[in-house]
């Protein structure tokens, strides 16, 4: 039996598919020839779980969207302290091949315009450019969970097409940004560009994004959570160049755009989503692709901004067993669910020493900042004279 969300995704692709407006890209040889009327889309859950409908077979160079694991890669390379003193994470505003420069210190406005991800590829570490793309690459087919190519013929275009990145890469060396030689990087950036994907590649290194770095299939953590949340919020503020303000508010996914018409929306701990039609809009993202994800956001609920409350149901009971209460916890518990547990506990407790037991069989996750809070409340109920037990049989506290 087909999957309803199949049937969803090719209705939506169907509808979508009479918007024609936007034009291919026409300033590389290769991405000009592209078919237009190309249309795919993917879905892939946290668990694992892909979904797909249309062209999902027809593969397509990166492009913008490697800059995305290109910073992560810079980020676990360097630190974030050390990226943000050559990278700001400000949007900027321009179309994504201007020279976007703090005035004062030459930084990038950030790591999504092609200045900032240029300085980014720069800062990879490796003794010459063949090392840095082979890393680079690495860290994609890790992302996407299998051994990914760079496609020759779109690297020879992108570099007949290369004078203004050129540019922007001499800009920055004369202002001390790059770490190594301005062609070198330029030469490497294109070759980033260059590696070929399809909708569902793209679609798992989203939904490896949004499981914080571990790769839904294998359960390989591939990058951490911090370098993560890092790019995740460059994306929301700055992913879709001078139409960010648009997206988030219309779409409100963290997202990455490429000028070959590929987009990519992350929604962190639930799916990765990925969109491939080669039309592009004045801002050079996909007009079918922004559509798309239009509607998956109203038809699903997606926007980020549409928050389900996370604490009220923290505690899914409290019982009476052998002298003891006990508080079954379930669902992920974060800041909001611990504050609920500690309310119900502090409500319930009696003026003398008791007995209370803490139940998390039932419960998903914990995060750092409950794991505190409730270790915080256990310490301070026993050293009241209270008979705690913590019954964490998946270790999650």
Same mark, same amino acid.
């Given at each position: 039996?087909?999957?309803?969300?199949?049937?969803?995704?090719e209705?939506?692709?169907r509808d979508?598919?009479?918007?024609d407006g936007?034009e291919?890209l026409?300033?590389n040889r290769?991405?000009s020839?592209?078919?237009?009327d190309?249309?795919?889309?993917?879905v892939?859950?946290v668990?694992?779980?892909?979904?797909?409908?249309?062209?999902?077979?027809s593969?397509f160079?990166?492009?913008?969207?490697s800059?995305?694991?290109?910073?992560?890669? #810079?980020?676990?390379d360097r630190g974030?302290d +050390?990226?943000?003193?050559? $990278? =700001? %994470?400000e949007p900027s505003?321009? !179309?994504?091949n201007e020279?976007?420069?703090?005035?004062d210190?030459?930084?990038?406005?950030?790591?999504?315009?092609n200045?900032g991800?240029?300085?980014?590829?720069?800062?990879v570490e490796g003794?010459?450019?063949?090392?840095?793309?082979?890393?680079?690459l690495a860290?994609?087919?890790?992302?996407?969970?299998?051994?990914?190519?760079?496609d020759d013929?779109v690297?020879?275009a992108?570099?007949e097409s290369?004078?203004r990145n050129l540019?922007l890469?001499?800009?920055l060396?004369s202002?001390?940004?790059?770490e190594?030689d #301005?062609?070198?990087?330029?030469?490497?950036? +294109?070759?980033q560009c260059s $590696? =070929? %994907?399809?909708?569902p590649?793209? !679609?798992m290194?989203a939904?490896?994004?949004?499981?914080g770095?571990?790769?839904p299939?294998?359960?390989?953590?591939?990058?951490t959570?911090?370098?993560?949340?890092?790019v995740?919020?460059t994306?929301?503020t700055?992913g879709?160049?001078?139409g960010?303000?648009?997206?988030i508010?219309?779409?409100?996914?963290p997202?990455?755009s490429?000028?070959s018409?590929?987009?990519?929306?992350?929604?962190p701990g639930?799916l990765g989503?990925?969109?491939?039609?080669p039309?592009?809009?004045?801002?050079?993202?996909?007009?079918r692709?922004?559509e798309v994800?239009?509607?998956l956001?109203?038809?699903m609920d997606?926007h980020?901004?549409?928050i389900a409350?996370s604490?009220h149901?923290?505690?899914r009971?409290a019982r009476e067993?052998?002298?003891r209460t006990?508080?079954?916890?379930q669902?992920d518990i974060?800041f909001?669910?611990?504050?609920?547990i500690?309310?119900?506990?502090?409500?319930?407790?009696?003026?003398?020493?008791?007995?209370?037991?803490?139940?998390l069989?039932?419960?998903?996750?914990?995060?750092?900042a409950?794991v505190?809070?409730?270790?915080e409340?256990?310490e301070r109920?026993?050293?009241?004279?209270?008979?705690?037990?913590?019954?964490?049989p998946n270790?999650?506290?």
């Amino acid at each position: 039996m087909t999957s309803p969300i199949t049937d969803y995704l090719e209705a939506v692709l169907r509808d979508c598919r009479d918007s024609d407006g936007g034009e291919v890209l026409t300033g590389n040889r290769i991405l000009s020839k592209a078919d237009p009327d190309v249309f795919s889309v993917a879905v892939v859950t946290v668990e694992g779980t892909v979904y797909c409908a249309g062209d999902v077979d027809s593969s397509f160079s990166i492009q913008s969207i490697s800059k995305a694991l290109t910073y992560a890669l #810079a980020l676990a390379d360097r630190g974030l302290d +050390a990226v943000h003193r050559k $990278i =700001d %994470v400000e949007p900027s505003g321009d !179309a994504f091949n201007e020279i976007s420069l703090e005035r004062d210190t030459g930084r990038p406005r950030n790591a999504l315009i092609n200045a900032g991800a240029i300085a980014a590829h720069s800062l990879v570490e490796g003794r010459e450019v063949e090392h840095r793309v082979d890393r680079i690459l690495a860290l994609h087919s890790a992302f996407v969970g299998r051994d990914l190519s760079i496609d020759d013929d779109v690297f020879d275009a992108e570099m007949e097409s290369s004078d203004r990145n050129l540019a922007l890469a001499h800009m920055l060396a004369s202002v001390k940004v790059l770490e190594c030689d #301005a062609h070198e990087v330029v030469t490497g950036y +294109a070759r980033q560009c260059s $590696i =070929d %994907v399809t909708t569902p590649d793209l !679609a798992m290194l989203a939904a490896t994004m949004a499981n914080g770095g571990v790769h839904p299939g294998s359960g390989d953590r591939v990058a951490t959570s911090a370098v993560v949340r890092q790019v995740l919020s460059t994306m929301t503020t700055c992913g879709m160049y001078d139409g960010t303000g648009d997206w988030i508010a219309n779409v409100g996914i963290p997202a990455k755009s490429g000028v070959s018409g590929a987009i990519i929306g992350v929604l962190p701990g639930q799916l990765g989503i990925a969109v491939h039609s080669p039309r592009l809009d004045d801002r050079g993202n996909s007009v079918r692709g922004v559509e798309v994800f239009e509607r998956l956001s109203r038809d699903m609920d997606l926007h980020m901004m549409d928050i389900a409350p996370s604490g009220h149901s923290a505690v899914r009971r409290a019982r009476e067993e052998d002298g003891r209460t006990v508080y079954e916890l379930q669902g992920d518990i974060r800041f909001a669910g611990a504050e609920n547990i500690m309310s119900r506990v502090l409500a319930d407790l009696p003026d003398d020493p008791t007995r209370i037991g803490f139940e998390l069989e039932p419960a998903r996750a914990v995060n750092g900042a409950a794991v505190r809070l409730l270790g915080e409340l256990i310490e301070r109920l026993r050293s009241d004279g209270h008979d705690v037990e913590v019954d964490d049989p998946n270790g999650l506290m």
